[in-house]
């Protein structure tokens, strides 16, 4: 699986215009479903800010993925409040009931 480029530009598009006022400020960004495969980029250069950590979190272990959980809807492994940012663009594809995730969803 590689990351699309269209998805790799909508997320610096997101960095540049909703995070860029907070370049200076202390982030824990969250990317859901992180996992790279073979040479596939990541999104991880997006957030390479001094004051930013980024977390790849999947299922399984592998490149990119800084945490894993055990159980999709059950994040034991991560603590409340963890996050100041969670992304997710290489996900929703794989979501079980898509639309329980919306809000609204049936």
């Known amino acids: 699986m590689n ?4 998805s790799l530009n909508k997320m610096k598009a997101f960095v540049e ?8 400020s202390e982030l824990i960004i969250v990317d859901v479903g992180a996992k790279a ?4 980029p990541t999104y991880r250069p997006f957030f390479n800010k001094p004051k930013w950590k980024y977390f790849g979190l999947d299922l ?3 490149k990119n993925v ?4 055990s159980d999709p809807y059950n994040w034991r492994e991560v603590p409340d409040n963890f996050a100041d940012v969670v992304i997710s663009g290489q996900t929703f594809e794989h979501i079980e ?4 995730t919306v809000k609204g969803g049936i």
């Open 60 to 62: 399984e272990p592998g």
């Open 3 to 6: 990351t699309h480029p269209t």
């Open 97 to 100: 009931f898509p639309w329980l």
């Open 37 to 40: 495969y073979l040479n596939s």
């Open 66 to 69: 800084d945490i894993v959980i």
């Open 17 to 24: 215009g909703y995070l860029k006022e907070f370049e200076n």
